[in-house]
């Protein structure tokens, strides 16, 4: 009586190209987030102890997670570490800031 009627041959051929080009996408998003997942386990700030990077922030003016992170070429999150061990340090002074933005200066 009721139920899936039966699909015609072009709806069946349609449906199985369907299913083919789903399981090339499955695989291929599947390498992307592979590929996501190599690059994410990389995340370290860098060394406070360098003289490179002290000397790069040190010619700034203003310093905010978001500016050293587009200059260093990091995330912010690693920025935000590494402003975080300057200032424990004593290289950079904290200004002003609230939870969630800080804005330091170099300290001398």
Sequence with gaps: MGGKKKLSLKQMERLQRRRGESEKEKKRKEKEAAQMREKKSGVFPPDPNDQNVANELKRMRVLTPYTVASRLNIRISAAKDLLEQLE????????????????YKPAG
């Design 88 to 103: 424990a340090k004593g290289v950079i002074q904290m200004v002003s800031g609230n939870h969630s933005l800080k804005i």
